[in-house]
């Protein structure tokens, strides 16, 4: 997998979580090239920065709802 590949991915999927007759917010980031490959080595990022996706879920009541989004959005992955 390549920087390039887990970039078109999360833009994808962004359109399809917002476009969804139930919508998925969820938002895209930009990490720059080394952060990506700190934390993924085997991910090779040709020196672009990447966009990856990304959700905040800020209070303690929302971590029940961590598995129900991750099922939507990985459903939306199709």
Do not use: W
């Amino acid at each position: 997998m390549t920087g390039a590949d887990v970039d078109a991915a999360s833009q994808s999927l962004f359109e399809r979580a917002m476009a969804d007759e139930a919508p998925v917010y969820v938002s895209v980031a930009r990490v720059t090239a080394a952060s990506l490959h700190r934390r993924h080595p085997d991910i090779e990022t040709g020196g672009r920065d990447v966009r990856i996706l990304r959700s905040v879920l800020m209070k303690p009541e929302h971590e029940d709802f961590v598995e129900v989004l991750h099922d939507r959005l990985v459903h939306l992955m199709g």
